[in-house]
């Protein structure tokens, strides 16, 4: 079996099409890739055992797919790539902000394995970050804190912020390159899109945390656009 899902694992596809279904299914038996297939979210029954991926199809005009989505997120970090049939930006970017890792228009069964080998490979933890997962810690800026263990974020005031997977995920690799320009690429790889995506994600993301963290979001001065670059974090940052 396939090393990239483990002994157990296998991808969850969801998709009422039964000839892509079938199609992509045996493409992905073909290599290694075991899979269990639904029609839609009424067949699924608990095993027990979950997914190592969700591959799921958001139909045209319904938000089943998304609501399913959202429900999966607030229970459960398992990688989710969202297939479509039409290039639409709104719902490619409401996609990924409710926490889909990826999100593809009418992709190939060759194009889905690669999309789904790259998300696992992304999703496995080097012994390096195990071993900094571990010991904790986190950053100190300009009176915030934010406590990588529970993934906290304290404001001056002591009182907590929420911040989403994604915004946790942005801030973080802001403050472990403070005072650098990032570009946009960067900051798509730190928050686990693919750089095939619309790139316009990440400055929805940005929009979403600067108005957690800045006084005034429309003159930011923690988070500050660099023209033709990304963004940068400007402010000094403390490790502990």
Known sequence: MNQD????????????????????????????????????????K???????????????????????????????????IITSHRADEVDSIVS??????????RPSPRELLARTRAIL???????AAQVRLREGGGYR???????????SLVDPNNTTVSLTKGEYALLLAFLEAPERPLTREH?????RVHEDIFDRSV??????????????????????????IGYVFALAVERY
């Open 5 to 44: 899902i483990g002994a157990t694992g296998y991808i969850l596809i969801v998709n009422n099409d039964q000839a892509m279904r079938r199609a992509v299914s045996g493409y992905f038996s073909d290599h290694n890739f075991p899979t269990n297939c639904l029609s839609d979210w009424s067949e699924l």
């Open 46 to 80: 608990c095993t027990g055992t979950p997914p190592s991926l969700i591959i799921m199809d958001q139909p045209y005009g319904l938000n089943d797919g998304l609501d399913r989505l959202r429900s999966i997120r607030s229970k459960s970090d398992i990688p989710i």
């Open 96 to 105: 990924l902000e409710l926490g889909a890792d990826d999100y593809i228009v």
């Open 121 to 127: 490979r992304r999703r496995q933890i080097s012994p």
């Open 141 to 151: 800026f300009d009176g915030w804190q934010l406590e990588r263990n529970g993934r």
């Open 187 to 191: 900051l798509l790889n730190a928050t």
């Open 203 to 228: 400055d929805v993301q940005v929009l979403r945390l600067r108005r957690k963290l800045e006084i005034g979001p429309n003159a930011p001065r923690m988070i500050r656009t660099e023209r033709g």
